[in-house]
């Protein structure tokens, strides 16, 4: 599967914002996807995951309460929905795609471009 991943950019501490992820090829139900990110000189660290139907999810703590996963099955599309920004939110935010349920992004098959996401007063 291939993954678009889109809807970042600058925004102020407090502010939301929503990241989509577009993938094209067959069964992305099939498909846990999960959202990552990465700032400079840091690894890449695990924000959030979302099973197959939705109907289960599982994140990071330190965007548990602010942060939604979300996909619509539909239109191929996985969501992350990030309110209360904070600056350490700052990081380039990629969405992944596999069979693994979890926050090891060696696990993940597929991987999306990324996405900035700035949060700077």
């Known amino acids: 599967v291939q993954l678009q991943a889109y809807g970042g950019g600058s925004v102020q501490p407090g502010d939301s914002l929503r990241l989509s992820c577009a993938a094209s090829?067959?069964?992305?139900?099939?498909?846990?996807m999960a959202w990552f990110r990465q700032s400079p000189g840091k690894d890449r660290e695990f924000v959030a995951v979302?099973?197959?139907?939705?109907?289960?999810?599982y994140y990071a703590d330190s965007v548990k309460g602010r942060f939604t996963i979300s996909r619509d099955n539909a239109k191929n599309t996985v969501y992350l929905q990030m309110n209360s920004l904070k600056p350490e939110d700052t990081a380039v935010y990629y969405c992944?795609?596999?069979?693994?349920?979890?926050?090891?992004?060696?696990?993940?098959?597929?991987w999306g471009q990324g996405t900035q996401v700035t949060v700077s007063s």
């Open positions: 992944a795609a596999g069979s693994y349920y979890g926050r090891n992004p060696k696990m993940y098959d597929s």
């Open positions: 090829g067959h069964s992305f139900s099939n498909y846990r």
């Open positions: 979302v099973d197959r139907d939705g109907s289960s999810t």
